[in-house]
Structure formats: C-alpha cells, structure tokens
C-alpha cells in the first residue's frame, strides 16, 4: 500500500511594497505572458484598479512603455557650450542659434507712457506741421491751370482738400474759444457767489448762428448767404407739397 505523502504548501510569489493585487507574478516574461492571455477589458480593469504607474513598473519593469516615455531635456557640461541636438528629427530650416534683441515699437497714441491727450499741448508741440502744410499749399497753387481746367486736374483737388481742411480747423478753434470763454464766466459767477448753468445744444447752436451772422455782416456776404438759404428752404418744402401742388 503506497504511502500517501503531505503535499508541499505552493510558496506564492512576492509582490512589490507599493501594495500591489492580483494573481502575477514579479517576473515580466510571466507577467506579459498572462497579459497576453486577458481580455483588453480585464487588462484596463487590473490597470484601474492598481494605477498606471504600478501597472507599467509591473508589466515592463523599470522602464516605460514606448510612447509614454517623457522627453528628458538634454543637460550641458558648460553653459558656453552649444547644446546638443538630437540627430533622429531633421533640424527646421530656419532656427535660432543666438538670442536677437527684437525692436518693439509702440504707437504714442494708445500707450499709456506718453501721457494723457491734451488737444492745447498736441497743436503747440506739432505746430510746425502746419506751416509745412501752408508752404505745400503755395506750391501746389503755382501748378493750378486756368478756370477751364481747374476742376478736372488732380492738383486742384488737392487744393480744395486743403482748404477744407482750413476751414474745418477754423471752425473747430473758434467753438474750442467759445466753449473757453463761456468756462471763465462760469468760473467768475461762482467766485460771485452765483449758481452755475450748462447751456443746451439748442442754445450753443443759436449762439453760434449769432456769430455767424455778425462775421457774415461785416464782410458783406450777409445777403447772398441769406438768399441761398431762402432757395434751400424753398427747395425742401416744395418737396414735401403733393405733385399737383408743385
């Protein structure tokens, strides 16, 4: 009669300290072996359930997985020296060997280092710009041909836009002096002791078409200016009549 012998207790296999669960094995050729049996699903189980970083020291060893291996920065002996490029990428066509100071330009319009827009500063400071501009002016004028040909010539153009220009500036310089000279009274009224009082739109166009009327008067102009006006406004309301009433 045979002799029934004790079986030896199977020696399970250690696992890592890092707290490791599961039925593999340390070794990685087992360990890929068992992988390679498992389902995609069991594996993406066992690496949630483990982590990633477990799983990979486990599964590969020491080393990464290709593709998730971090690119480690390449350190040199000398900080004068040339760094080492890696040969497997083709180097780009235009690189940059040496650190080149880039001129920054700004607009002193929109930058906060040349101050706040004063319109009183800006003319005094640029005021040579309109005597370049009056002396353009006469020499464009010198080109201008007769009265049959002034309108259709580019240069005659030019002379008009300058004029208008002018103009614009005059009118604008004369509300800034009304705006100035209504701000002193204002400010001679209150060291009275009187209330302040902002004028309307209405009212500062009605002082304007008063002055206008006086420049309009000492030069002479007042009644043709009156009469354009009067055809104007005869213009508009025959416009407004029905067509039989024309």
Request: net charge positive.
């Amino acid at each position: 009669v045979r002799k029934r012998t004790a079986k030896r207790p199977r020696m399970k296999p250690e696992w890592p300290r890092s707290g490791v669960k599961g039925r593999f094995p340390l070794c990685s050729s087992l360990v890929q072996s068992e992988l390679s049996n498992m389902s995609f699903e069991d594996i993406l189980k066992l690496q949630n359930k483990v982590g990633t970083r477990v799983f990979n020291e486990v599964a590969y060893g020491s080393e990464q997985p290709e593709g998730s291996q971090r690119k480690t920065r390449t350190k040199r002996l000398n900080k004068n020296r040339p760094a080492e490029v890696s040969t497997r990428r083709p180097a780009p066509f235009l690189r940059q060997v040496v650190p080149v100071r880039t001129a920054t330009f700004r607009d002193p319009r929109f930058d906060d280092l040349s101050g706040q827009y004063k319109r009183e500063i800006f003319e005094k400071t640029y005021k040579f710009i309109e005597d370049i501009k009056h002396r353009e002016k006469e020499m464009v004028q010198k080109q201008v041909p007769g009265p049959r040909g002034r309108t259709a010539q580019p240069v005659c153009v030019c002379v008009c836009l300058q004029e208008n220009q002018e103009r614009a500036k005059k009118s604008r310089d004369q509300q800034r002096e009304r705006e100035l000279q209504f701000r002193k009274q204002q400010r001679e009224r209150a060291e009275q002791g009187a209330r302040p009082f902002f004028l309307k739109k209405s009212e500062k166009k009605k002082l304007q078409l008063a002055e206008k009327f006086q420049q309009l008067k000492k030069s002479g102009k007042l009644e043709n200016f009156l009469s354009k006006k009067r055809k104007r406004n005869a213009t508009k309301d025959r416009r407004k009549l029905p067509e039989q009433q024309r």
